[in-house]
């Protein structure tokens, strides 16, 4: 369904602009748009604005403005002591962990307790936020922990067929190529260990 349009007065608008910014100062352009609509919406016109409405008409229109963007710190700004110590607690110590909550925590043991020690590097991937880890290892346990299966996989309706692990790059799937031997699953895992 398409968005409606909401129809806006153009002079009125860049009106209520020029008297928002002469009567005060804005510390973010936010507070600026809000302003607007209020004065805009304060003339009764057929239909209200909302602030972002406000926005996206001015941008579009290209009406001169002053009040600078908010988006980060501006430059020559400084943090307060405050501030600092508010991003560093937040930051938990200065390192960032993956996967901290509990029901994540949980998951991990238990893919741990389930899979076989042979597998354990990629859980160790997949816990520091490891995407292909993941796929390879769903694929590996989709074929029971036999990775040797996984490039001769015949799920044409799986959602990971055409990204699996150890594929041959051979469109028989029969055929083995020195491809194959150089990135057997046995090779492969004992690089990563």
């Known amino acids: 369904m398409a968005r409606k349009s909401v129809e806006v007065n153009k002079e009125l608008l ?4 020029v008297d928002a910014e002469a009567a005060q100062t804005f510390s973010t352009q936010q507070e600026l748009w809000q302003k607007v609509a209020e004065l805009y919406n304060a003339t009764k016109p057929p239909v209200e604005i ?3 409405v406000a926005c996206l008409r001015v941008k579009a229109w290209e009406i001169l403005f002053a009040t600078e963007s908010s988006k980060g710190r501006r430059k020559g700004v400084k943090l307060s ?3 600092k110590a508010a991003m560093k607690a937040g930051r938990k110590g200065g390192k960032r962990t993956k996967f901290t909550s509990t029901a994540a925590q949980k998951s991990l043991a238990l893919l ?5 020690e042979k597998f354990w590097p990629l859980v160790d991937k997949i816990a520091k936020g490891s ?4 796929g390879k290892l769903f694929c590996i346990q989709c074929m029971g922990y036999n990775s040797s299966e996984v490039k001769r996989c015949t ?3 799986c959602a990971y067929f055409l990204f699996r692990p150890y594929q041959s790059g051979s469109e028989d799937e029969g055929e083995a190529t020195e ?3 150089e990135t057997s699953p046995e090779n492969e895992l004992a690089e990563v260990a």
């Open 14 to 17: 860049t009106k209520c602009v």
């Open 50 to 52: 909302t602030f972002s």
């Open 81 to 83: 002591d405050e501030q």
């Open 112 to 116: 741990r307790e389930k899979t076989p």
């Open 131 to 134: 995407r292909a880890a993941a």
């Open 155 to 157: 799920g044409l309706d």
């Open 179 to 181: 491809a194959d031997a």
